[in-house]
């Protein structure tokens, strides 16, 4: 890719039936400047027959260095959620906007601080959401914070005001068109918090249940479409 390229996965994203070709393929993906300060791409991960994707913002410094997303604090978070929200988390697919984790430099040894994905990263790794939703043809598409908003729902959309509301997919996702591909009758999309927000909030105990209340909603869709 040229510098004066207009930066995108693009030409990485290979046409494949197969999850585990393109999770091998994304490893080598060199779409935008990210991947030159990160240990490795950290694809999504769940069972290609999931009836719900979870979409967060991009890997932090753990998910990073295991290659898995969250797989840190928030993840932790997350999976307690998911449980007690009545989800299956067996069943749940976990991916990220962006691939490849965005940060400060920090001193060796020490933890290194994410930085918030710009539109031009955001964008640029588009493509392996797209191939990734492609294969996956989830019933429920969970978005978790705003940067995997923007990535779905488009730069307009407010987790904060559209929170927890049920709408159709891929009707309702930026440029629908891109997931014009199967997907199940009735399946929807629905909007919360990402999980490190309950870690960073005064209130962990209320953000914690703000979080488990949305995902109530969409295990209370799920049921009513199995």
Known sequence: MADTDVPTAAPFVPATPDLDELRAAARGCRGCHLYRDTTQTVFGEGPPD???VMVGEQPGDIEDRRGEPFVGPAGKVLDRAIVEAGLD???TYVTNAVKHFKHKPAAPGKRRIHQTPDRTE???CRPWLVA???LLHPQAVVVLGATAAKALLGPEFRVTKSRGVLLPWPDSAYHAEDFA????DGAFVLATIHPSAVLRADDRDEAYAGLVADLIVAAKA???TA
């Open 181 to 184: 591909g199967e997907v199940h």
């Open 89 to 91: 988390r067996s069943t």
């Open 132 to 134: 990734e939703f492609a």
């Open 222 to 224: 799920l049921a009513g």
């Open 122 to 124: 955001i964008m640029a």
């Open 50 to 52: 999931a009836r719900a």
